[in-house]
């Protein structure tokens, strides 16, 4: 596509839109990508020619359209398909489409992205390529794979989307309820893929977490009033505001404590307080707004000495209630070890000792608990442990440090 | 004469263009402060998406606090992003002053102030 870099923008913001409709209208995710390409270069010489035209969607969606039957013409003739049948059905469907609007043909696109056959890597490089329309480059590099070897994963992915036959009627509220579910997980996801950047990868992976937003706020754009989706926005851009200050100099990640607060993104940490007060007052609490909620805390706190751990204590003890998983115990522990002290911390952590005993965090949180009571023989003990369970480089190197400390003061 | 300058254009195209072209629609804005703060008190607005917006309705029964609905009032394709608070002796002024922010992602509408009132802090 030749560029504009004006349009090249607005091509951007109506691209979910379209393709979501363009596939609903040819029920063939390439053909409508295929199909909104070519719309969108026609649209460049004739826009800048003409000016834009009142409603650019619209305009998109009609060439795009008469493009992509063009396409099906030509094809149907070397498969010998009938042309008439796909024009009617095709017509049908264009038909009813200001009744439904382009709410459920985002959200479908979105779903569709989400089978559950595919790994959760390949269905955020899937969703970046259909609906966000980030080229194979963009994707290979902020998953640093080859382009080559990206291009096979999403054709393979694709192949597998097509045979899932999602329904394209207008799906039920709990359907509908259902596939909102699946995709705020698959967001989620995406944007902890581009959050759990290491050194040096961070500018790629920036481009992953922009992503999320984006498709997040155009969600929530089509579906205005749906708390959740206001809490995965505001805690994605809770834990963007601080992009800036997570690592240092070097590109080592920084804990939250040592993080320079005045480099947080306060833009960004406004806009995610504005969305929790909207959200507070439907009084449907769930798991995305809790640990926005939590993000919020550190959001608010001047410095770290200054943060809320009792409000943190009471939201994960509520994050527990509903998603009882492993790792939310460990941070509502840790939250304890901050109100209550290290004492009651370990005791809320040893009924998972059997549950958690192949799990390195869970040990290496009961030994720095231990380290603080000064039980240096039982600290030492856990250190052990998270030894034997395969810690990274880096971290191994941290836990001999901490193994020679309660040896020597055995 | 008192004059809003209102910023309409589809919210997150901004965000979308290089950082180069964003620092050129920067500029923009930068050369209308500077005229304006030479002419003295002014007032400007940069908003948040409407999806962080609540609007209220009219209770169908008068005497009933109205209806607070997620999201913005209308939805229409182009959103007001943002809006100057000017005064200026003519619409020419005016006219002149906006052309500093014109640029192809955005349409501005200029619209006389009947009252104005209040003042913010900038840091809140």
């Known amino acids: 596509m030749p560029e504009n870099k004006w349009l090249t923008s607005r091509f951007s913001q109506i691209r979910p839109k379209a393709i979501g409709a363009l596939n609903r209208y040819f029920r063939d995710i390439d053909l409508a990508e295929e199909a909104f390409s070519i719309s969108c270069t026609r649209a460049l010489s004739h826009w800048q020619k003409n000016g834009l035209p009142d409603d650019p969607l619209a305009w998109l969606l009609t060439v795009g359209r008469n493009a992509g039957r063009d396409i099906i013409r030509k094809n149907a003739r070397l498969e010998s398909l009938d042309e008439k049948q796909e024009e009617l059905a095709a017509q049908q469907i264009s038909e009813n489409e200001e009744l439904i609007g382009f709410r459920d043909d985002v959200l479908r696109l979105m779903f569709i992205c989400c089978h559950p056959d595919l790994s959760p890597q390949d269905q955020s490089a899937l969703a970046l390529k259909i609906v966000a329309g980030l080229s194979i480059s963009e994707i290979a590099s902020a998953f640093l794979v080859k382009p080559k070897t990206m291009e096979q994963r999403i054709r393979r992915a694709k192949k597998t989307i097509s045979e899932a036959n999602i329904p394209f009627e207008i799906p039920s509220m709990i359907e509908r309820n259902t596939r909102l579910k699946s995709v705020m997980l698959m967001l989620y996801l995406l944007f902890n893929e581009g959050w759990s950047a290491s050194s040096g990868e961070a500018p790629v992976k920036a481009t992953v977490c922009n992503e999320a937003i984006r498709l997040t706020r155009t969600l929530l754009e089509l579906f205005p009033s749906i708390t959740e989706l206001m809490g995965l926005l505001a805690l994605f851009l809770y834990q963007h505001s601080r992009r800036e200050a997570r690592a240092d100099i070097k590109g080592d990640l920084l804990p939250l404590e040592e993080q320079d607060r005045s480099l947080w993104d306060l833009g960004m940490i406004k806009e995610a307080h504005a969305l929790m007060e909207k959200s507070v007052r439907h009084m449907t609490p769930g798991p995305y707004q809790i640990q926005a909620a939590i993000a919020g805390v550190h959001a608010r706190s001047k410095s770290d000495e200054k943060t809320d751990w009792h409000e943190i204590e009471k939201l994960y003890s509520a994050l527990y209630a509903l998603e009882p998983s492993p790792v939310v115990k460990l941070n509502h522990a840790a939250a304890i070890a901050k109100t209550k002290g290290p004492v009651a911390a370990l005791e809320t952590l040893s009924p998972l000792c059997e549950e958690l005993k192949a799990y390195k965090w869970f040990h290496a949180m009961r030994a720095s608990l231990y380290l603080e009571i000064e039980d240096f023989a039982a600290a030492k003990v856990a250190y052990e442990k998270v030894l034997s369970l395969n810690p990274l480089a880096a971290e191994k190197r941290f836990i001999e440090e901490k193994l020679e400390f309660c040896k020597k003061n055995l | ?124």
Request: aromatic share 6%; glycine share 8%.
């Open chain 2, 1 to 124: 004469m008192q004059y809003s300058i209102l910023i309409y254009g589809v919210e997150g195209e901004f965000e979308r263009l290089t950082e180069e072209e964003q620092s050129e629609i920067m500029a923009g804005h930068g050369r209308l402060q500077d005229r304006l703060k030479e002419k003295g008190a002014y007032a400007g607005a940069k908003l948040m998406p409407t999806s962080s917006a609540v609007s209220l309705k009219p209770a169908a029964q008068t005497q009933n606090k109205p209806l607070v609905v997620d999201g913005p009032f209308a939805e229409t394709k182009e959103r007001l992003l943002g809006l100057y608070i000017i005064d200026c002796e003519t619409l020419e002024e005016a006219i002149s002053l906006s052309e500093e922010i014109s640029s192809p992602i955005v349409t501005i509408e200029i619209r006389p102030i009947d009252w104005p009132g209040g003042l913010l802090n900038p840091d809140a």
